[in-house]
Structure formats: C-alpha cells, structure tokens
C-alpha cells in the first residue's frame, strides 16, 4: 500500500485540520474534530446537515458553505457517524426553524441520524437519498444505497433553505428531487482503506465491475473492459428505464468521478452520456463534471440523471459557495 499518510490512526484527523485551514475564510471545524460547520450562518434559516463516513471527499464536508450545507458530520472512512456526533452538529447549527438530515440509505447512517434525531431539542425532520438503481438491496442497505445523487439534493435544498423555505416545504422538494433522480456507476479498479491496507476487492486486467457501490460494494455483474460508449449505454439503460423521463424532458446530467479517473476521460464520458440523451429526446439542459463523490481512489465513475422542473433548475443555477462547489 502507498499512500501518502503518516500513521494510519491518525489519517483522518490530521486530513481534517488540513481541510479546516485551507478554508478556514467558509469553514471552522469543531475543537473534538465532530463536525465541519459554516462560519457564518444566516439567523432564522433551517439548517442542513449531512454527513458519513469519510473517503467519499469531497462528499460532505466539501459541500458545508453558503447556499448548500450548515454542517457535515465525518465518521471513520467507510464508516457512518456516531449519534452523539451528529446530534453536537445538530445543536451547533440548528436554531428555532429547525434542522433537515439528508442521509444516504445506508444502515448505519439511517440508524444513528435517526437516533441523534430523536435526542436534539430542537425540530428536526429527515430526507432520505436512494437514488442507485444498480442493486435494490446490498450488505449495507434495505432497499436502494445513496450515492452521487446526494450532491444534486444538498444543492437544491441548500439553495431552497437559503432563500427561507421552512422545514415541511424543504422535505417535500428533497423527496421531489430524490424521486426525480437516479444514478449508476462503474469500477474499473478496486480502493484501498488504509486500515485494511490491501484492495477492498479484486479486478482482473481486464475486468470491470459493473453497478458498483461507493465502498465497492458489488453491483450488477463483472464484465469484460468496454468502449465507453459501451459501458455509458449500459448505465444510461438501467438510469433511463428506471426513471422513464417524459419526451423532451430537461435534465441535469452528473458525472462523477470515484477518484482515480482523469478527468478527460469524465468528459469523454459525460459526451457519450449527452449524446444518449438527445438520442432518446432529451436535454442535457444542465451539467456537472468532476470528482465530487469518491471512493478513496477507486478508477471509475458514476452518472447522475435528475428530471428537472422550473424551481429545481432555478435552484440548482443559484449562486454557492463552498470549497468543492462553488458558482
């Protein structure tokens, strides 16, 4: 294993000051490491806030700023939060409107959000985000896993809490994006935890894994290495058919990088995927490009469809500021 750490203990606390001090102008984190939060929060806003376990960065904590997250909670890599965590960020940022948890459907984030939900005082509701179509149940999940699509819900709501949405309307248009929503990926290579310190699975040279979890959990099928276009026609095909957009529908098209992919080949995918899109009536009327929601340095990618209707398109152009997202 190479990997440019110093004690493997240690590697998420000393990634977390690193973070903390290089936005420390948008972000402070708490003095226990519990929490990354916002510097200034608007009074009177509900707060949001998210979080999971760590090696999906920039997934959450690079999403905490203004018009998206109030807080992100960082658990273990590959590992959810523990309630009392969750419920300090909870107190910390939430006020007398409330707090919205956005949680990916993974057990252990459904399990201790919900139980830090029940503890705070304040008002707090939930929206859950299950938008991979690979798989309808894994070792991690009863029913489908939250994965890149979460970035498309935290953007939208951030921007809705911005502007004073109130805690029931922000639950409402989370379950609206969430249903508007699908997502699909592909591993052209394994991850390492540091902590294992050996490949989390193995692909031979010439194999792919197709439906692939953000833990590389298994998907669908392994699978001979494709053309891009190829393996793009795959994902589109069980994104599409599951989500069955209307003719003409306006659509944001995500493709995201697991973390080892150049992102000229992210582009060379987020062609074919805009090319299949027009091909069936659609338009790719919004996008996003990048490495936003990794798997340690797995080599693949994953492609996010919303539908998108006139207030989610407005939200999604709103101005954030955030340091992995910033327009």
Not at 30 to 49: Q, S, T
Request: glycine residues 12%; proline residues 4%.
């Amino acid at each position: 294993m190479k990997k440019l750490i110093n004690d493997v203990a240690n590697v998420l606390d000393e990634s977390l000051d690193g973070f903390a001090a290089a936005h420390a102008g948008l972000i402070e984190m708490d003095a226990e490491r519990r929490f990354v939060r916002r510097r200034e929060i608007a009074p009177g806003k509900v707060a949001l806030i998210s979080g999971g376990g760590s090696g999906h960065e920039p997934l959450h904590a690079g999403f905490v700023g203004a018009g998206m997250l109030d807080a992100a909670v960082p658990g273990a890599i590959f590992t959810s939060p523990t309630p009392d965590r969750i419920l300090a960020a909870i107190e910390a940022v939430g006020g007398e409107a409330g707090a919205l948890l956005i949680v990916k459907n993974y057990e252990g984030d459904v399990m201790n959000f919900e139980m830090a939900a029940e503890m705070a005082s304040g008002p707090v509701a939930r929206v859950l985000v299950d938008d991979d179509v690979a798989v309808d149940n894994s070792a991690y999940t009863i029913g489908r896993r939250g994965v890149a699509g979460t970035l498309v819900v935290e953007k939208i709501l951030g921007a809705a809490a911005e502007r004073g949405a109130d805690l029931d309307a922000l639950v409402a248009l989370g379950e609206r994006v969430n249903a508007a929503t699908r997502s699909m990926g592909v591993a052209l290579s394994s991850c390492t935890v540091p902590a294992a310190g050996k490949p989390t699975f193995q692909l031979a040279e010439n194999e792919i894994e197709i439906g692939v979890g953000i833990h590389g959990e298994p998907g669908r099928r392994r699978a001979a290495m494709a053309p891009a276009d190829a393996i793009v026609n795959e994902l589109m095909d069980a994104i599409l058919g599951d989500l069955s957009p209307a003719a003409g529908a306006r659509c944001l098209l995500f493709v995201n990088g697991f973390g080892g992919t150049p992102s000229g080949e992210l582009y060379l995918v987020y062609n074919a995927a805009r090319r299949r899109l027009q091909a069936e009536g659609l338009e790719a009327a919004r996008s996003l490009v990048g490495t936003y929601v990794t798997s340690l340095e797995m080599a693949g990618c994953s492609l996010t469809v919303t539908v998108l209707d006139d207030e989610m398109a407005a939200l999604w152009d709103a101005p954030v500021r955030t340091p992995a997202l910033c327009w």
